[in-house]
């Protein structure tokens, strides 16, 4: 172990606490997250195999009426072996599933044009694929190092990171400092969208009790508009009697607008036909053909909610749609 407690002293900030990750097996390296003194934290394990990589995530307690955010630093080196970018990948995806995740750090994956959601090298494709399929957006726009864009900052929310700037280099790195700031994480709202349960509804009382309404009376000698509020009235009285209401709740109430299930079976069957090739058992070319159909799938549903989140902007709002790259 290059890095130990005796070394904090020269790292370490006054009002702040020293969050690290050490490097195993070899000299040099580590990752390291100095966090506030004033926010409260945990250190976080995402699963299985951290030690093959270099990464460290925390879970930072959200203030009054704010939400947790979940931080990670990752540092990639540029030969890391493909079982250890799965591990990421894996972490990655776990620390997608909460409400406000930031992931920053030096992927060395400079071959992705993440302008156009394209890489070159095989890795780089399965991290790119990674991202695309969780939904993530990659908010960082200029290169960090001699033209290449090396270092990444990556969130599920539009809005949560904002004020991305540059810094010019520190001491003798040759990556750019990059200055950003996380913007408030609002508290995830539980649904409270009530819907009608037609399975428990009573239908012979329905019709007996709008049969009881003497129409003829009620309606005569009113305009279409008085008899429209009063046929409302009785329907909506009847609704209420007969047909119970019930809360959403459950994955379809989080599920993001426009993850419909055409899409989850697209991406459902990507993941199968990729554990296949892995194992041998689906060949390449087939394995790309469902790659390609399911990136179309979700094209397409991005291109639609850009429209609807176009149309909103003026209005401000906020809400989770789906995320592209940009």
Not at 132 to 149: N, S, Y
Not at 197 to 226: I, M, S
Not at 282 to 308: C, T
């Amino acid at each position: 172990m290059w890095w130990d407690g005796s070394y904090d002293w020269s790292v370490e900030m006054e009002g702040y606490r020293l969050c690290r990750k050490d490097r195993q097996g070899r000299r040099g390296g580590a990752v390291t997250l100095c966090v506030n003194d004033q926010l409260e934290c945990v250190g976080l394990c995402l699963g299985m195999g951290e030690e093959l990589t270099e990464s460290l995530w925390v879970r930072i307690k959200g203030r009054a009426g704010t939400g947790d955010i979940l931080v990670g630093v990752c540092y990639r080196p540029p030969d890391q072996e493909e079982r250890a970018d799965e591990t990421l990948c894996r972490q990655i995806g776990a620390a997608s599933r909460s409400q406000a995740p930031v992931l920053m750090g030096d992927f060395n994956h400079p071959d992705i044009c993440w302008r156009d959601n394209t890489a070159g090298h095989k890795q780089s494709r399965r991290f790119l694929e990674c991202v695309d399929d969780k939904f993530l957006l990659q908010v960082m726009e200029e290169p960090t190092r001699r033209g290449a864009m090396l270092d990444l900052v990556l969130t599920n929310k539009g809005g949560l990171v904002g004020n991305v700037k540059l810094r010019g280099s520190l001491g003798c790195s040759d990556h750019e400092m990059v200055e950003f700031k996380i913007l408030r994480a609002a508290r995830k709202a539980h649904s409270k969208l009530a819907t009608l349960d037609f399975r428990r509804a009573d239908f012979g009382l329905f019709r007996d009790l709008l049969g009881r309404v003497p129409w003829d009376t009620a309606l005569e000698g009113r305009g279409a508009q008085e008899n429209w509020l009063i046929f409302k009235d009785h329907l909506l009285q009847t609704q209420e009697r007969c047909i119970p209401a019930k809360r959403e709740s459950g994955k379809n109430a989080r599920r993001p607008t426009g993850m419909n299930k055409e899409l989850l079976e697209k991406l459902k069957y990507k993941k199968e036909a990729y554990r296949g090739w892995k194992q041998g058992q689906v060949a390449w070319e087939k394995y790309r053909e469902i790659v390609q159909a399911a990136r179309d799938q979700v094209r397409k549903a991005k291109a639609l909610i850009d429209r609807i989140k176009s149309d909103q902007g003026s209005q401000g709002q906020q809400e989770k749609l789906l995320y592209v790259h940009r």
